[in-house]
């Protein structure tokens, strides 16, 4: 019973940031002289109104399940990588290589191949900062951090010159065999089969999580080290195996929107899916459930921004502030866990309300 | 005369109630005891009384008129100070500047540092404390920090002095000077409450003794009428003996055996020096010695997290000098850390998975979790090791108190089967049922023969288990002892530091 009491709490505290949010953006939107009900309406039909509707904002949510379980998964073991930016172009690149130079294979075969190709760049990518961390405490923050600038500006040095695309104009690579492309659902949406695979990821990592030693042993390494290191766990081994786990996640979503979207790889072709991933895993508590969720919220802002756009004028970037002031909204729940805002806040308001010595334990409580 | 009458107080935290309708009184200038289990609500009862928490129901009354304390600064401004079992003092500030933290006397902007140290300075000497209120709490020794925390009280005036487990980190000769000092205090008129488990130390200096079992008072008896057995009985309901008949040690094979082992800190200042030490199958080993002397780092070398500079350990004729915790819990290895939040338990997960913790891997089918199995063994465990309040076996571990959470380690530890088992303060804040217990358990374990460690600063603990006793002084060994050859003096002493020439004297006149 405690535990379901615990459950709802911490749903709700990820619910009143977003909520607090587009409260403030429906301000935003009515102080810059738009008119906010129109707006809000087209956000939420231009991404769930339809079956079109609700398709593309799933398609936009495919890349960020996977990097926002990248992120969940090192995060809840206590490993901050904040490299899934990084392994995620690694991960688009060697899909869109093995899917334009391998010739003669059937598709399914192809697609798998790339996968794996995908996911094996973001191994040893990750790799790195696994090792480093695991083994010469080297802080993963930092490393994983910047080996992102090596991934992001090596892949580009790749698409814009021994790879280049010949005539094209831009840092882009050849398109990718017809072999290697993962089909649409319906052709009218962009949704593609790498969804369903971002979905079965998700399953994995949940089970993973909650039924198995690996979980089990993730959740006591993020949550005490000394004591995982006390019972008898090895936790240099668990700190490269999570680091990879999330590695491999993310190197998969690249391959995916490489293999699904684009169909090539396209420097600088993501929008910050590895940072919104972290976003989404600070949204979800690190949870699976809750990144799946939050990943379907942001691509509900992302689908219907461009509607609102479109319809009533309003510019996307109001959708980019949003989606910051949920990130300072979850900040201070965190501050509040810290220092206990809250309840220094509560106190404060209780001691006012009684009548004798209030102002004397307001100034207490101030203390 | 009361100073203070609790009536009717009720303390529930949601469904739990920890204090039920206690209605107590203490009595002006008595030094009123409070005894209890871990978890039968003693921190609780006097958290109220000192404004960290408010009572449910009831009233509590301070000079006869109620009082509704919300913070601990308006109860030392009526005239009650606490003193809390983790002290709360600076360590890198003086004496003067921990006693006045928070109301420094200041001139104009500045602190008036030459005056705040002669005010506290008056206020020690007026008590007569040994204490020099310019020196570095860093500096200073347990007991003379403790009496900095003391003294950070009566500078304050209160006439009512609350002590929680004052003497838990007390060396024994610390301890009786620290109640010499509590009964001084109580003739100069100051009302004092002291939380403890420990019976010989109420018998010392107690007038009158409160007993608490889950959260109902069950008695308030004066010192003299009642015997230790009888508070022990009032605080388990049953009657508890801590001295058991022991059957002779019957070693055999050597099982761990340290060589000259030495041990530097990061800075590179020895913490452990030529240390050499051995226990064999179906003995108890016990490590004596005041706190700090190198004891911790001892059992960070057994459990591995710590790594040697010199000399050997050698385990069952292998050297093994540089294992990790996983490697040596394989060997078969139990460990029970000093530390039970940080190392032994991970606080914020469930019972159940602080149980099966370190061989987790045995309870599961292609790793997945074998939930089955694995509520059935947890549930067998808490009736075998009698743990309370675990009926909920996802409830958190750290709802559980002390005792309970160190049965759920040894029940753990104990399970794994382990060869040797290592122990550092086994019993540290545990109630008196459950240390009668563990005490049991680890003699079972030496007759199983098994070899046993105990390191433990409790000199009564060291001398009802050990065979044979080590004391550590300084991170050496200074001197073994048959424990059939030897007396609770002797170990002082050489916990002390006495040195052996001094020592010899000493037993010299024992023996006179």
Redesign the interface.
Known sequence: MELNKWRIQMVMKSLLPIFLALMIGYILIFISGYNANEAFTYLFMGALGGKKQIMNTLFAATPLIFTGLATAISFKAGLYNMGAEGQLYLGAFAAAYLGFSLQGLSPGMHITICLLGGALAGFVFALIPAVIKAYLQVDEMVSTLMLNYVAILYTTYLASYPFRAPGSSNAETINILPTAVLPRFVSESQLHVGFLLALVAFVIIYIMLNKTILGYEITALGKNQHFTEYVGMNVAKKIVIVMTISGILAGLGGAIETLGTHGKFVSGFSPDYGWTGLTIALIGKFNPIGVLAGAFLFGILKNGGSSMEIMVGVPRSLISIIEGLIVLFMTVDMLNKRFSLGTKIKQAIQSLGSSKGSQNNLKQEVN | MSVIEVQEVTKRF?DFTAIDQITLDFAEGEIHAICGENGAGKSTFMNMLFGLLQPTEGQILLHGKPVDF??P??AIHSGIGMVHQHFKLVPSLTVFENVLLGEEMTQSLKIDRQREKESVQATIDNFGFDLDAGDKIEAISVGAQQRAEIIKMLHRNVDILILDEPTAVLTPQETDELLDKLIELKNLGKTIIIITHKLDEVKKCADRVTVIRRGKKIGTVYNQDVTEKDISRMMVGRDVSLDFDKKPCTCGDLVLQLNNVTATSKLGKKVLEGIDLEVKQGEIVGIAGIEGNGQAELMELF?G?RKLTDGEMIYKGKKINCC???A???MGFG?V?E?RY????????SIW?NMI??R??DY?KL???DDKVIRQVTKELIEEYDIRNCDNI??LVSTLSGGNAQKIIMAREISCNPDIMIMSQPTRGVDIGSIEFIHQRIIQLRDEGKAVIVISSELTEIMNLSDRIYVMHKGKIVGERETSQTNKEDIGLLMAGINHQANREVAFSYGT
Do not use: I, V, W
């Open positions: 949601g919300h913070s600064k308006e459990s997290t990790d915790p996983a040596l819990r394989k460990l850390p530390d940080r190392d032994a338990l991970n606080a914020t997960m998975e913790a370190g987790h891997k599961c790793c997945f979790f996802d409830a």
